[in-house]
T-cell receptor, first 114, second 111 residues
Framework: DTEVTQTPKHLVMGMTNKKSLKCEQH?????MYWYKQKAKKPPELMFV???????INESVPSRFSPECPNSSLLNLHLHALQPEDSALYLC?????????????FGPGTRLTVL | SQQGEEDPQALSIQEGENATMNCSYK?????LQWYRQNSGRGLVHLIL?????REKHSGRLRVTLDTSKKSSSLLITASRAADTASYFC???????????FGAGTILRVKS
């Protein structure tokens, strides 16, 4: 199974809502990533989890809260978001965090904040 | 932070023609990767070239790397309409464990 799955595909939320994005992989990968991508822009790294521990936080606002409950699952909890947070949120995984190898990406969650 | 710059920003060609995209980066790297993204979807890994390699082939793809010029090129031969997508180069920071993506090239292949 070489697939990274993300749910939901689309999410519309108000600025006072709390929601979560979910990402799952069953490739035995020990590094998982969250990226944010605005239209016509490259993906921007948000967080890196290495062996289920947060290893990189790219100065992301605290309204985004990542969680890695186990080696297959990655969540991104959202609270009090702003309209400018509307974007495509991509999850990815790679075999090991020790060196940057090929990353496998999920299809993304299209988030709209009203 | 954005390490790679890609050129051209957009490219439109006829089916059957070759497409060449270029990527430049700023710091020393261990490897450089190319990814494809169909509209609004996730990225798909195409090819990885290590800093000690100069050229690599995969099917209709040919990638070159010139570390002295800090640049790479991706050649897609005999393009197809299905190659229509955005293409990104991505580099690792030499002492880091993350990828930094270039701005991307939007390729349109007309049938």
């Amino acid at each position: 199974d070489t697939e990274v799955t993300q749910t939901p595909k689309h999410l519309v939320m108000g600025m006072t809502n709390k929601k979560s994005l979910k990402c799952e992989q069953h490739m035995g990968h020990r590094a998982m990533y969250w990226y944010k991508q605005k239209a016509k822009k490259p993906p921007e790294l948000m967080f890196v989890y290495s062996y289920e521990k947060l290893s990189i936080n790219e100065s992301v606002p605290s309204r985004f809260s990542p969680e890695c409950p186990n080696s297959s699952l990655l969540n991104l909890h959202l609270h009090a978001l702003q309209p400018e947070d509307s974007a495509l949120y991509l999850c990815a995984s790679s075999q090991t965090p020790d060196r940057v190898y090929e990353q496998f990406f999920g299809p993304g969650t299209r988030l709209t904040v009203l | 932070s954005q390490q790679g710059e890609e050129d051209p920003q957009a490219l439109s060609i006829q089916e059957g023609e070759n497409a060449t995209m270029n990527c430049s980066y700023k710091t020393s790297i261990n490897n450089l990767q190319w990814y494809r993204q169909n509209s609004g979807r996730g990225l798909v890994h195409l090819i990885l070239i290590r800093s000690n390699e100069r050229e690599k082939h995969s099917g209709r793809l040919r990638v070159t790397l010139d570390t002295s010029k800090k640049s790479s090129s991706l050649l897609i031969t005999a393009s197809r309409a299905a190659d229509t997508a955005s293409y990104f180069c991505a580099t690792d920071e030499e002492y880091g464990n993350k990828l930094v993506f270039g701005a991307g090239t939007i390729l349109r292949v007309k049938s």
